[in-house]
T-cell receptor, first 111, second 114 residues
Framework: GEDVEQSLFLSVREGDSSVINCTYT??????LYWYKQEPGAGLQLLTY?????DMKQDQRLTVLLNKKDKHLSLRIADTQTGDSAIYFC???????????FGKGTRLSVIA | DAGVIQSPRHEVTEMGQEVTLRCKPI?????LFWYRQTMMRGLELLIY????????DSGMPEDRFSAKMPNASFSTLKIQPSEPRDSAVYFC????????????FGPGTRLTVT
């Protein structure tokens, strides 16, 4: 079945880069997503990548995909205190099919 | 655009009572999803609709849960009777479909059943 794994916690210093990792099992996943959740809030879509891509960059965010190893990462450059949140990795077959989420990685940014 | 709208934002009810959660998707979106978030199980799909038609309800925990989408701009998730283990945050999300691959989430409804 589908499964998405993430480490639960990450702590970084302000100004450093953060790298959040994710592995997934469903090789037929076509789209892979990163969502951000702040306390008491909904999920904010940060970025997504098609499975036929290796990398996608969007301002401070860089997504790397290793399809062979089914490994996805999100790099946040120049991490700020406002980046403190839970980050969810998710996969789906198509854009209008359900997302399968990891448990989320709690990022703490130390000033 | 106002985004996905959910109501109420918070609901506290007693065990055995009926609970109705509401969702208004983003205008023009063809797909609507209901997810539940708990500490133990994380985010899980309950049910989703394409063009107002339920496609997959295999995530609905029990017959106590039901969902409807009477039109393109409104959906409800009903729990009757509610139980303490239903306490969770319930999210609604919508997606444009038609080759556009983002899902946009509402702020969620935090349900507490005592």
């Amino acid at each position: 079945g589908e499964d998405v794994e993430q480490s639960l916690f990450l702590s970084v210093r302000e100004g450093d880069s953060s790298v959040i990792n994710c592995t997934y099992t469903d090789s037929s996943s076509t789209y892979l997503y990163w969502y951000k959740q702040e306390p008491g809030a909904g999920l904010q879509l940060l970025t997504y990548i098609f499975s036929n891509m290796d990398m996608k960059q969007d301002q401070r965010l860089t997504v790397l995909l290793n399809k062979k190893d089914k490994h996805l990462s999100l790099r946040i450059a120049d991490t700020q205190t406002g980046d403190s949140a839970i980050y969810f990795c998710a996969e789906s077959l198509f854009g209008n099919t359900p997302l399968v989420f990891g448990k989320g990685t709690r990022l703490s940014v130390i000033a | 655009d106002a985004g996905v709208i959910q109501s109420p934002r918070h609901e506290v009810t007693e065990m055995g009572q009926e609970v109705t959660l509401r969702c208004k998707p983003i205008s023009g979106h063809n797909s609507l999803f209901w997810y539940r978030q708990t500490m133990m199980r994380g985010l899980e799909l309950l049910i989703y609709f394409n063009n107002n038609v339920p496609i997959d309800d295999s995530g609905m925990p029990e017959d106590r849960f039901s969902a409807k989408m009477p039109n393109a701009s409104f959906s409800t998730l009903k729990i009757q009777p509610s139980e303490p283990r239903d306490s969770a945050v319930y999210f609604c999300a919508s997606s444009p479909g038609q080759g556009v691959h983002e899902q946009y989430f509402g702020p969620g409804t935090r349900l507490t059943v005592t």
